[in-house]
T-cell receptor
Framework: DVKVTQSSRYLVKRTGEKVFLECVQD?????MFWYRQDPGLGLRLIYF???????EKGDIPEGYSVSREKKERFSLILESASTNQTSMYLC???????????????FGDGTRLSIL | QKEVEQNSGPLSVPEGAIASLNCTYS??????FFWYRQYSGKSPELIMS????GDKEDGRFTAQLNKASQYVSLLIRDSQPSDSATYLC???????????FGSGTRLSIRP
């Protein structure tokens, strides 16, 4: 079974802090993703990475950055946390199989982040 | 038009009945289709994948795909209270390693 592990289930930070969310997968997947999920807005893609040191912006990258120094680890960084970044953050991974679009994403348990 | 559309619900179904969840998508090149179940406060869990036209059955779940109509559905037979959750339809882009998620249908099974 694929295991995607997010470092924290719950996190409380203050506005202006730099916040790091960590995600590790154990299946040697090439692709990793960060989403946020808010009531009524569904899952929104923040950033994704298809290889070490490679990243692409998703639909809502503003206020976030990412780091992928090792294949198994994908970090989401809130440069200066704001209250509107209070949300559930979900990490996911999927393998590259030589073609697009035929593999589901596997999610971690999520991090519920509150910015006070 | 949204790329993946689902009725947001809530859909209320009596226990033991069949729940029918629907999803339409816009990318004609899509080849894979997924259904996720998400309980409140939890992360999405993959429950069905379907790649070919027709039906695919797994226990009480049946996924149905019609590529010509760009339509995929999920049937849950003998619905149980534990099936109460939000169900997300997910369709990968045909030209990138990203998946588009529908906004989800909230299903409530009433005893």
């Amino acid at each position: 079974d694929v295991k995607v592990t997010q470092s924290s289930r719950y996190l409380v930070k203050r506005t202006g802090e730099k916040v790091f969310l960590e995600c590790v997968q154990d299946m040697d997947h090439e692709n990793m993703f960060w989403y946020r999920q808010d009531p009524g807005l569904g899952l929104r893609l923040i950033y994704f990475s298809y290889d070490v040191k490679m990243k692409e912006k998703g639909d809502i990258p503003e206020g976030y950055s990412v780091s992928r120094e090792k294949k198994e680890r994908f970090s989401l960084i809130l440069e200066s946390a704001s209250t509107n970044q209070t949300s559930m953050y979900l990490c996911a991974s999927t393998p590259w199989t030589g073609t697009y679009s035929n593999q589901p994403q596997h999610f971690g348990d999520g991090t519920r982040l509150s910015i006070l | 038009q949204k790329e993946v559309e689902q009725n947001s619900g809530p859909l209320s179904v009596p226990e033991g009945a069949i729940a029918s969840l629907n999803c339409t998508y816009s990318d004609r090149g899509s080849q894979s289709f997924f259904w996720y179940r998400q309980y409140s406060g939890k992360s999405p869990e993959l429950i069905m994948s379907i790649y070919s036209n027709g039906d695919k059955e797994d226990g009480r779940f049946t996924a149905q795909l019609n590529k010509a109509s760009q339509y995929v559905s999920l049937l849950i037979r003998d619905s149980q209270p534990s099936d109460s959750a939000t169900y997300l339809c997910a369709v990968p882009y045909s030209s990138a390693s990203k998946i588009i998620f529908g906004s989800g249908t909230r299903l409530s099974i009433r005893p």
